[in-house]
């Protein structure tokens, strides 16, 4: 499985972002799909989560209500709609996905500022 992950950008505090994260290869596969992020100086932590099983979605608890993850079948794309951005979202932010192995794609800068 390849992700190219997209759509990172600039923003003020308040505004929204929304990423992208296009999937090719064995897809079929694919139990979870998620996104990650890595702050400066910080480890990497889970965002939010999805089941392709189910459908159930899964939020780190200080971006409930405010990021939305969804994924579109028919194109083979994730997305993260990031809407109220805080300063404390700066980050990396890493789609990901998990076959029996897990999938990193290449990482997206959104930086929030104050």
């Known amino acids: 499985v390849q992700l190219q992950a997209s759509g990172g950008g600039l923003v003020q505090a308040g505004g929204s972002l929304r990423l992208s994260c296009a999937a090719s290869?064995?897809?079929?596969?694919?139990?979870?799909m998620g996104w990650f992020r890595q702050a400066p100086g910080k480890q990497r932590e889970v965002v939010a989560t999805?089941?392709?099983?189910?459908?159930?979605?899964n939020y780190t608890e200080s971006v409930k209500g405010r990021f939305t993850i969804s994924r579109d079948i028919a194109d083979n794309r994730m997305y993260l709609q990031m809407n109220s951005l805080k300063p404390e979202d700066t980050a990396v932010y890493y789609c990901?996905?998990?076959?029996?192995?897990?999938?990193w794609g290449q990482g997206t800068q959104v930086t929030v500022s104050s």
């Open positions: 990901w996905c998990y076959t029996g192995q897990n999938y």
């Open positions: 290869g064995t897809i079929f596969d694919i139990r979870q």
């Open positions: 999805l089941n392709t099983r189910g459908g159930n979605t």
